[in-house]
């Protein structure tokens, strides 16, 4: 049980709770053996990445074949083309499962933060959703773009302290990921590791702070408390920069970084939990980015959790492989449907992504 200190500081404070989760995929799912053949893959080290992934489906939008079966590479246009029309889709698709979700409509919204790395909208995906839903035009929003996978965290830190500020006020983390807008076709191993691991999907999360009106349909966790770190030793570790060969934007993943990120998840989650008098033997839920196996098995054995700890973040890379931002959220839809989670226990929400960048917060039911 957690001693007086922090928590009894936190709580004289409005609270942000979390009142509603949603999330959406692009339409057609394909095995990893399927993208394979789609693109005519047979170099067997490329599809080794593929193949021992932990990923059995992803959604993805891949490029139309041609009369000879071909499909062609896009070009940074049709990609970008590609990542609007995805992004509108999934986001007001899980826009509306989250306030549904909620018990709220898209009337009741005041704040709308959208978070994409996947391609770059002015205006911003915000207001483009706005527009196309009809929503109060007075809907104030922000809009966080080129983060990485750990930004949904470092955007419900900014709606939390927006709730916490406007009390029963509604405020949405909308996180868009159209991976297929950044899916670069070549016979590389850098490219190979990428092409292997990233799925569209788009999650959202609802948050009201103080507001007692009425019971939300499901319990509704406290956002207590949030801890970041940086590894700047590791910036260029993992970066979405020009490919000057393909005329066109690449991700790279350095393949050391799931050794990176496991080294510092300790520190941050000590750095999360100091003061509050809680143990990481207090942690009943943890929901952790679906980084990647090496990714999730590195936060395993550095933290001592065990396989039944991240079965949801397994379960979210197995199904969806790597949703980017809106991964964590994935896996707490998962499981709030499993129904375990009861009055008083703590969770810990942990991203991580380009920076290389560690974002945790802490819950409570």
Known sequence: MALPGVLDDIRMAPAPRITGVG????????????????????????RSVFLNSAIERRNLTLPAEDAHGVRAPESQGDLLDKHKALALEMGAEALRACLKNAGAELADLRHLCCVTSTGF?????????????????????????????????????????WAASHPGELAVVLCVEACSAAYAMDSTMRTAVVNSLFGDGAAAVALVAGDEREPTPQPAPVVLKFASCIIPE????????????????????DPQ????????????????????????????????????????????????????????????LRDHGNVSSGSFLFSYERLLEEGVTRPGEYGVLMT????STIETALIRW
């Open 23 to 46: 999330t959406a995929v692009s339409p057609t799912s394909y095995s990893q053996r399927e993208v394979l053949d789609a693109f005519g893959i047979t170099d067997p080290k490329v």
């Open 121 to 161: 909208l002015t205006p911003g995906l915000s207001a483009l959703l706005i527009r196309e839903l009809g929503i109060d035009r007075h809907c104030s929003r922000a809009d966080i773009v080129g983060m990485g996978c750990n930004a949904g965290l470092n955007a419900l830190s900014v709606e939390a302290g």
């Open 234 to 253: 590791a910036v260029d570790a993992m970066r979405y920069d020009w490919d000057r060969d393909q005329g066109r934007f690449s991700f790279f993943l």
């Open 257 to 316: 970084i799931p050794y990176v990120v496991g080294a510092h998840a300790e520190i941050v989650v000590d750095r999360l939990l100091e003061g509050t008098g809680l143990r990481r033997s207090d942690i009943r839920h943890w929901l952790v980015h679906s980084g990647g196996k090496k990714v999730i098995d590195a936060v395993v054995v550095n933290l001592g959790l065990t396989r039944h700890d991240v079965r949801h973040t397994v379960g979210v």
């Open 352 to 355: 991580m992504g380009p920076g």
